[in-house]
């Protein structure tokens, strides 16, 4: 599951024998393994990296439901264990591995949860305009429109620029 490209290297140099850990793993442990790989070692998209989070937070509860965010022991959906020090909750556990922080994961997971994957296969649009939402939160309106106008009058005003403008928005300066 791990290590194939060293291997390869390693028979391309004629090794003939090599120090391997063999690790029995469930389908779920190794999914989950899989995607904390690619989430260390892999340059992702902000989709990609999105989805593999929500991915790991499903597995991650299924394997440890007693971290799910609200559980009660013995209750339905809530774990048959009490939670303990030992274990971390998904995104302290993920945030941990990623060396990211806690807050950075709930809201990529949010991000992930909320755009619903049949308008991602159908159309990339709706995630541009809900990137350019955020961007409009983060920069105040008049810095968002300053540069907006200067990228146009450079010539080099990119298609959200343009859609901003068709679609009526070039009157916020």
Request: net charge positive.
């Amino acid at each position: 599951m791990s290590g194939y490209h060293r291997l390869e290297a390693c028979r391309q140099l004629g090794w003939t024998e090599i120090t391997a850990q063999v690790v029995d793993l469930s389908e779920l442990e190794a999914e989950l393994a899989g995607i904390d790989k690619n989430l260390i070692r892999n340059e992702l998209t902000v989709l990609e990296r999105g989805e593999q989070l929500r991915r790991r937070k499903e597995i991650y509860e299924a394997l440890h439901p007693e971290t799910k965010q609200g559980g009660s022991p013995g209750k339905k959906g809530g774990g048959k264990v009490a939670k303990n020090d030992t274990l971390s909750s998904f995104a302290e556990d993920t945030a941990d591995k990623t060396k990211t922080s806690a807050r950075t994961i709930q809201r990529e997971i949010q991000i992930a949860k909320h755009i619903a994957p049949e308008v991602l296969a159908r159309d990339l649009l709706a995630f541009a305009l809900c990137w350019l939402l955020n961007q409009l939160l983060v920069l105040s309106l008049t810095q968002f429109t300053q540069l907006l106008n200067a990228r146009c009058v450079r010539g080099n005003s990119s298609w959200i620029g343009n859609a901003l403008i068709v679609g009526g928005f070039h009157s916020l300066s």
